[in-house]
């Protein structure tokens, strides 16, 4: 079965530093997400992409963090410069297009990258 | 105001036995989608079941049923004959807005279900 993938799986860096997260989504799915979760606490949406561009954003993606798909595959998440406090897991989904119903809007999640910024 | 409410921060059930993890939301919009997902221990986010708001009946898959009550504006997640691997945490999810360009999900707080053999 088709899944959404994610590398690195864990990333510690400094504060100060840019991470990349990568996610390849399912293949013919064409809406992309960025979420996040900090420990203990609910899952908070980031942005979601599709045809290219960003397509809404919530207040937390601000301008330390930029969306990008290099290549027909992958989908990544830029941190320019970290902070303590986006020390959360971050999960990449992807769903397809505007079908309804349950086949078209379900995201299927990838199983995370967990970030710690010392 | 919460758009997604899970009032049970931990739920107990035994083995075999059913179980019914609470969901309210809150939104004015004729259209959207609920969701329940399911985090193990190891941390990732596995989905469950889908309701639409336009959808006559409840929806299912295999020992999970959504119990929807549009008026209630409620979707509790039923499982029935629980498993030890059903020990996880449940979140509750709603896209709302019709159709719009982002289908970006707003989950609640979350459950943290515990199967006791």
């Known amino acids: 079965e088709p899944e959404v993938t994610q590398t690195p799986s864990h990333q510690v860096t400094q504060m100060g530093q840019e991470v990349i997260l990568r996610c390849v989504p399912i293949?013919?799915?064409?809406?992309f997400y960025w979420y996040r979760q900090i420990l203990g606490q609910k899952v908070e949406f980031l942005v979601s992409?599709?045809?290219?561009?960003?397509?809404?954003k919530s207040e937390i993606f601000d301008d330390q963090f930029s969306v990008e798909r290099p290549d027909g595959s992958n989908f990544t998440l830029k941190i320019r410069s970290t902070k303590l406090e986006d020390s959360a897991m971050y999960f990449c989904?992807?769903?397809?297009?505007?079908?309804?119903?349950?086949?078209?809007?379900?995201?299927?999640f990838g199983p995370g990258t967990r970030l710690l910024v010392l | 105001a919460q758009k997604i409410t899970q009032t049970q921060p931990g739920m107990f059930v035994q083995e075999k036995e059913a179980v019914t993890l609470d969901c309210t939301y809150d939104?004015?919009?004729?259209?959207?989608?609920l969701f329940w997902y399911k985090q193990p221990s190891s941390g990732e986010m596995i989905f469950l079941i889908y309701?639409?708001?336009?959808?006559?009946q409840n929806a299912t898959e295999g020992r999970y049923s959504l119990n929807f009550q549009k008026a209630r504006k409620s979707a509790n997640l039923v499982i029935s004959a629980s498993q030890l691997g059903d020990s996880a945490m449940y979140f509750c999810?709603?896209?709302?807005?019709?159709?719009?360009?982002?289908?970006?999900?707003?989950f609640g707080s979350g459950t943290r279900l515990l199967v006791r053999p």
């Open positions: 992409f599709y045809n290219n561009e960003i397509s809404e």
């Open positions: 939104t004015s919009d004729p259209s959207y989608g």
């Open positions: 293949s013919n799915h064409l809406y």
């Open positions: 999810a709603m896209r709302e807005g019709l159709m719009d360009s982002s289908y970006k999900l707003i």
């Open positions: 309701q639409g708001s336009y959808d006559q």
């Open positions: 989904a992807s769903s397809e297009p505007g079908t309804s119903g349950m086949r078209g809007e379900t995201q299927y």
